[in-house]
């Protein structure tokens, strides 16, 4: 089997691939998907997050699970189109995130506490200090 790589799409993290050739039943043009291999979220990024719960929790008086859900609710809904056209909403679970993706949601958790009137910059300050030890 031989392939050429007709198109990369850097910002859809695609690549395009013309099969020229038979590959276990695949045909030319026979569509497939590759995907890059991610690592999950790291133990650390999951204690730093349960840590944040914790902070913004007690800023707003909610146990740190209220404020899990809350987060998971503004961050990780998604809307599944069923076979009859229906949407049916969901959220995504924050175990699923690979570790980049983690990262850019714990930022969209900061934003949403700092609109909640939460200054979490305290918090921050004090993991700075934690990492460099």
């Known amino acids: 089997m031989k392939a050429k790589i007709l198109k990369i799409d850097y910002l859809e993290n695609t690549i395009?691939?013309?099969?020229l050739g038979a590959l276990n039943g695949l045909k030319q043009n026979d569509l497939f998907e590759l995907k890059k291999v991610r690592r999950k979220r790291t133990l650390d990024q999951n204690s730093l997050y349960w840590l944040f719960c914790d902070f913004v929790g007690m800023a707003l008086e909610m146990t740190k699970e209220e404020v899990h859900e809350g987060f998971k609710e503004k961050h990780l809904q998604k809307t599944k189109i069923l076979p009859?056209?229906?949407?049916?909403?969901?959220?995504?679970?924050?175990?699923?995130?690979?570790?980049?993706?983690?990262g850019l949601y714990l930022?969209?958790?900061?934003?949403?506490?700092?609109?909640?009137g939460v200054d979490t910059s305290g918090f921050w300050e004090e993991y700075d200090r934690f990492r460099k030890n």
Do not use: Q
């Open 16 to 19: 395009e691939l013309g099969i």
């Open 107 to 116: 930022d969209k958790c900061n934003l949403t506490a700092l609109e909640f």
């Open 84 to 102: 009859d056209g229906r949407e049916w909403k969901t959220k995504e679970s924050s175990n699923e995130l690979d570790s980049h993706e983690f």
